[in-house]
């Protein structure tokens, strides 16, 4: 499976932004796509994860109540709508896949593809 990260740009602090992965190439519906941020001079941090099947979701505490993630199946697209935008939200946002099982979901190490990141920019 391919993945392919967009809608990132720059935002004012309150605003919102919304995010989207689309994969192609040979998907599986056992997979979960996540959704990471890696600010700079700063590890890789999880923020959300949605399973292709049954659209289970898990968020960050940092994100928990602002973010929500969402998938369309028919478009093969994840989408990543983030609320009350910080400016400690900026960072470049990546998605990526995992096979099953989910419990390890915050990990990037268990994550099998990642798509290129696109750069979400929140000013204060």
């Known amino acids: 499976v391919q993945l392919q990260a967009s809608g990132g740009g720059l935002v004012q602090a309150g605003d919102s932004l919304r995010l989207s992965c689309a994969a192609s190439g040979r998907t599986r519906n056992d997979y979960a796509i996540g959704w990471f941020r890696q600010a700079p001079g700063k590890e890789r941090e999880f923020v959300a994860v949605?399973?292709?099947?049954?659209?289970?979701?898990f968020y960050s505490d940092s994100v928990k109540g602002r973010f929500a993630v969402s998938r369309d199946n028919a478009k093969n697209t994840v989408y990543l709508q983030m609320n009350s935008l910080k400016s400690e939200d900026t960072a470049v946002y990546y998605c990526?896949?995992?096979?099953?099982?989910?419990?390890?979901?915050?990990?990037?190490?268990?994550?099998?593809?990642w798509g290129q990141g696109t750069l979400v920019t929140v000013s204060s």
């Open positions: 990526a896949a995992k096979g099953p099982p989910l419990r390890d979901a915050f990990r990037p190490i268990d994550y099998v593809t």
């Open positions: 949605i399973t292709w099947n049954q659209g289970v979701t």
